[in-house]
């Protein structure tokens, strides 16, 4: 099959998922978009929905682990936030099937911080930039072609990259997918530590969680957790790639010297 070829980002369509008018969503656009400007991807905002604005096509089933066996179980139902940000990533999947390319999809607080591995290859189908949440994933047509289809066929049991990863690991051992092609490569080769989240304490996110409590759910306990996210307190007003590099190298060797306690 012969050895895979890599492109850069760089030269696809990035779309920004941002809540147009809400301070939040603003506010971490504002300083997510010159860093990715830094490094040579040009965004394209997405209009994220809202429970207010979202469709209601979708099948949204409680949030267990009945269907995707790997996932830990959780008994309660999709939030109205969560359920709104599904339908962001679905319509940008649609769009990629639309337009018969592979696309970038960024939501408002993911930074680059590795951009030298902001590349995908001709044999995958799916990769994940983000460390450890969907802040920032490639996605091909065929692929989200196959994750529309069958999402409206089955609904939704998980959050998008929890979708996605049960259905591309159904399929990445070779079976045939639509056409009869095959996913290519390890598994391993889908994630990459490309780019992080941010937040900011007294900002907080734009997502009501479904799981744990609400004090488990509240920024600031989840800043003081092992999470995908730099806090923003931690860095300069005017985020610089440098910084950001500094400041995920330092919260990696912190969570790796924990980690041996």
């Not at 999402?151 to 259905?167: A, F, N, Q, R």
Request: charge should be neutral; charged fraction near 25%.
């Amino acid at each position: 099959m012969g050895a895979p070829k890599f492109y850069s980002i760089r030269e696809l369509s990035a779309y920004v998922i941002v809540i147009r008018g809400n301070p939040t969503s603003e506010f971490y656009y504002d300083k997510i978009a010159p860093i990715w400007e830094e490094v040579g991807v040009k965004l394209e905002r997405f209009d994220a929905f809202t429970p207010d604005t979202m469709p209601d096509t979708l099948t949204f089933h409680r949030n267990e682990a009945n269907k995707y066996k790997h996932l830990p179980t959780q008994s309660k139902e999709f939030s109205a936030t969560e359920k709104a940000c599904w339908y962001s990533h679905y319509t940008l999947w649609k769009r990629c099937v639309e337009i018969d390319k592979p696309i970038i999809i960024i939501e408002h607080d993911c930074v680059p911080f590795n951009p030298n591995q902001l590349i995908y290859s001709n044999k995958e189908w799916f990769r994940s930039y983000d460390k450890g949440a969907m802040g920032c994933y490639m996605i091909k047509p065929l692929m989200a072609d196959f994750m529309c289809r069958i999402t409206e066929k089955d609904g939704v049991y998980s959050g998008p990259l929890g979708h996605i990863e049960y259905w591309y690991g159904q399929f990445a051992g070779g079976e045939s997918l639509v056409r009869g092609d095959r996913f290519a490569g390890p598994l391993s080769r889908r994630y990459v530590a490309a780019c992080t989240q941010i937040m900011r304490t007294d900002v907080g996110s734009t997502i009501d969680h479904y799981s744990g409590t609400q004090a488990e759910n509240d920024p600031r306990t989840q800043l003081k957790k092992p999470f995908p996210f730099l806090r923003l307190e931690d860095l300069p007003e005017r985020l610089t790639l440098d910084a950001i590099q500094e400041q995920q190298f330092s919260y990696d060797y912190m969570w790796k010297s924990l980690a041996k306690k």
